[in-house]
C-alpha cells in the first residue's frame, strides 16, 4: 500500500511539474480567473494547488514580494522594464542593473489615515475613491499595496470570512486559493486589474489596506 501511495504521490508531482505548473504560470500572467485556469488545463488540478503553483510564480516574478519594496532584500540593483501586449496589458519585468547612470526605482510610501472617506464612504458606481487615489499617486508603475491577508486567513476566524464575504467573482477565488498563510506579516502585491477591483470591492469598510508603495524612479 505505501508503495502505491508513493507512486501516486510521484505521478501527481510529475502532473504538476510538466503538465500543469508552466500553464498555470503561463495563464495567470494573462490574467485569466482562477476558475477558467482550471478549466483549462488537460490534467484536473484542485484549486488549492492552482493557488500554491500562483503563489510561487508570483512569488518569482516579483508580482507579490515578501519584504517591502525598497527594503533593500535583493532589491538593491534592479529596474523595472515596462512591456505592453498585443491586448493593452500592461507589465513589468525586474532586471539587474548594469548601467550606472540609469537610476534605481525609488519607492514612495503612502499610509492612508483612519479617517479617510476611503475606510468610510461606500462608492457610487460612476466614482471610485480608489481610482482617484492611484491615479493622483501612480507615476506609471510597478505599484504595490500591502495585504495582511496571511494573518487572517491563518486565524480563520470572523474578519477571514468578513473579507470573503465583501469579494465576489474571481477576486474572491483569487483571495480564497492564494496561500496567505505562506506568510504570516504582510505580503506587498503588485497592483494590477484583479487587485483594482479587489480594491473597489472593499473600498467603504474597514477590511480596504491603507498602505501603497509607489514606483517614482525611471522605470
Request: charged share 30%; aromatic share 10%.
Amino acid at each position: 500500500m505505501s508503495e502505491n501511495k508513493h507512486f501516486d504521490k510521484a505521478l501527481s508531482d510529475m502532473k504538476d511539474n510538466f503538465a500543469g505548473r508552466g500553464g498555470i504560470a503561463h495563464l495567470a500572467d494573462l490574467g485569466y480567473p482562477v476558475l477558467k485556469i482550471q478549466s483549462s488545463l488537460d490534467f484536473p488540478f484542485p484549486l488549492e494547488k492552482i493557488g500554491r503553483v500562483m503563489w510561487d510564480h508570483f512569488v518569482s516574478n516579483d508580482t507579490i514580494l515578501l519584504k517591502a519594496p525598497g527594503s533593500g532584500v535583493g532589491r538593491e540593483n534592479a529596474t523595472y522594464i515596462r512591456k505592453t501586449d498585443a491586448y493593452g496589458r500592461q507589465s513589468f519585468i525586474k532586471t539587474e542593473n548594469r548601467d550606472p547612470e540609469k537610476k534605481e526605482t525609488v519607492w514612495k510610501k503612502t499610509v492612508l489615515r483612519i479617517d479617510h472617506d476611503i475606510f468610510h464612504v461606500k462608492p457610487s458606481d460612476d466614482e471610485k475613491i480608489i481610482k482617484k487615489f492611484l491615479k493622483e499617486n501612480s507615476h506609471g508603475g510597478p505599484d504595490y499595496v500591502s495585504l495582511d491577508f496571511g494573518r487572517l486567513k491563518q486565524r480563520n476566524g470572523a474578519e477571514w470570512m468578513t473579507l470573503l464575504s465583501l469579494l465576489k467573482g474571481d477576486e474572491r477565488d483569487y483571495v480564497s486559493v492564494m496561500p496567505w498563510e505562506n506568510s504570516i506579516t504582510s505580503v506587498y502585491h503588485r497592483i494590477d486589474d484583479r487587485i483594482i477591483r479587489m480594491l473597489e470591492m472593499l473600498e467603504g469598510t474597514n477590511m480596504m489596506p491603507g498602505v501603497f508603495y509607489f514606483a517614482s524612479g525611471d522605470v
